[in-house]
């Protein structure tokens, strides 16, 4: 009962903010902007947005090594698009991540492995993030010229970055209580995997050009879907703005992202001087490509040995 209520607010919720993107845009204007897409560009975002997850599954792979469940660069992208597929039919990126989770675990890696493979995974990934909006920040913060909209840029940008610090540090304590209470044991476990695997000669270097290339296709995707509509936005614009709107995306509030991508697309365009409209039909564009690929990952799934298997309906413990 409490998934399916948890899952019917997060509809509400992208549902909601869709509706909000959307009531103060003439419908005509959308209408016009998507009647001239250029399919060319939209082909291109797509493409994008598959060597995205190509990209962000052999960084997954390098983690998975460090985590005693190891697996091929084909594994590692195979799994990826299966969650890329769930993430559009479950709520946020949760989905897709359970997923990647279960199938790991079902190679005999064990599922404190897998566990743990997925969620520094995803860490490091926001621990990037968070490093591209601080360092872009003296130029995002000159682009926005509105006073709530340069707070609101630094609240995020904090947050993210001690968010991200505060979890590389708790890492580096070795204090015995910190094994003794579920989770913060787990949570210790997985922050001194992802130090070891970011300082580390071999991998590190490998893992931050890897997470440093998946952020970027982000904004390139974010470009292609610009150029697709002939909006008038600049890439050194797009990167300013792509990076904060991806982190607030994260947030698990919503199917797949929907509904708060087009709400905070559109307000951070209009901070920008950019037209509010255009970062509303980008969005739009942004998670099309994004719901192609995921159709792709269905295809993958569909095809795979471990359609077979039956899913279970929680997490498994790893305690």
């Not at 992202?257 to 942004?286: I, K, Q």
Request: with cysteine; glycine share 8%.
């Amino acid at each position: 009962m409490r998934p399916l209520l948890v899952l019917a607010v997060r509809i509400i919720v992208s549902l909601g903010l869709l509706y909000l993107a959307l009531r103060g845009i003439h419908l005509s204007a959308i209408q016009e902007r998507l009647s001239g897409i250029n399919v060319s560009w939209m082909a291109l975002a797509v493409l994008a947005t598959l060597v995205q997850i190509a990209l962000g599954a052999l960084r997954w792979r390098e983690i998975t090594e460090r985590c005693d469940a190891p697996l091929s660069d084909l594994q590692a992208v195979r799994f990826c698009m299966i969650g890329a597929f769930f993430n559009q039919t479950l709520p946020s990126t949760i989905g897709g991540d359970a997923m990647r989770l279960w199938l790991v675990g079902r190679t005999g890696a064990g599922w404190r492995a897998a566990t743990y493979s997925v969620l520094v995974d995803r860490a490091i990934g926001l621990i990037a993030l968070a490093i591209i909006i601080v360092l872009s920040l003296p130029w995002s913060y000159s682009l926005i010229g509105d006073p709530n909209g340069r707070f609101a840029l630094v609240l995020v940008d904090m947050a993210a970055i001690c968010a991200g610090l505060g979890f590389l540090l708790f890492g580096r304590l070795s204090w015995r209580w910190l094994t003794h209470w579920w989770p913060i044991r787990h949570i210790h476990a997985c922050a001194v995997i992802a130090n070891r695997v970011l300082f580390d000669r071999r991998s590190g270097p490998k893992i931050a050009v890897l997470s440093l290339l998946v952020h970027v296709l982000a904004v390139v995707i974010a470009w292609c879907c610009v150029k697709a509509i002939a909006a008038p936005a600049d890439f050194e614009q797009l990167f300013m703005l792509i990076p904060p709107i991806m982190l607030i995306t994260m947030l698990p509030i919503s199917i797949a992202g929907w509904g708060v991508r087009e709400a905070t697309m559109m307000v951070a365009f209009g901070y920008a001087g950019l037209v509010p409209a255009d970062g509303t039909v980008v969005s739009l564009l942004f998670g099309a490509a994004y719901f192609i690929v995921g159709a792709i990952g269905g295809l993958v799934w569909i095809l795979s040995a471990e359609k077979g298997s039956k899913i279970p309906a929680v997490v498994p413990d790893i305690d």
